[in-house]
């Protein structure tokens, strides 16, 4: 069994920072990708960064050139840099695991109000 927890969401105001961390722990036999989804009130959930084994990344469009991924696969953790935060970006942001099978986190929320 997989488990994934993430930290480090909370309420800051428009322009302001955070960083999202998930750590996974258990039987992790490969990864093949680690990334960041993000769900909205009334809205789907998203995709919004995925950083792969060998480090090739995909950004949302929404949040290109301001949030950043990176990984510590040693560490089985991954992070989410996310800088220039706007109120459209509030969400629970679950941290994803791509192994022979998909593991989610349970989510951290992030507020952006002022």
């Keep these: 069994q997989v488990h994934l927890v993430e930290s480090g969401g909370g309420l800051v105001q428009p322009g302001g920072s955070l960083r999202l961390s998930c750590a996974a722990s258990g039987t992790i036999i ?3 990708a680690m990334g960041w989804y993000r ?3 009334g ?11 060998g ?5 949302a469009d929404s949040v ?3 949030f950043t991924i990176s990984r510590d696969f040693a560490k089985n953790t991954v992070y ?3 800088n220039s935060l706007k109120p459209e970006d509030t969400a629970v942001y679950y ?3 791509e192994s022979w099978r ?5 989510g951290t929320q992030v507020t952006v109000s002022s």
């Design 95 to 97: 941290c994803n695991l």
């Design 102 to 106: 998909t593991y989610w986190g349970q």
């Design 30 to 32: 490969s990864i093949n």
């Design 43 to 53: 809205k789907q959930r998203e995709l919004v960064a995925r950083i792969t084994s």
């Design 64 to 66: 290109k050139g301001r």
């Design 80 to 82: 989410l840099q996310m």
């Design 39 to 41: 769900q909205a009130p």
């Design 55 to 59: 480090g090739s990344t995909y950004y």
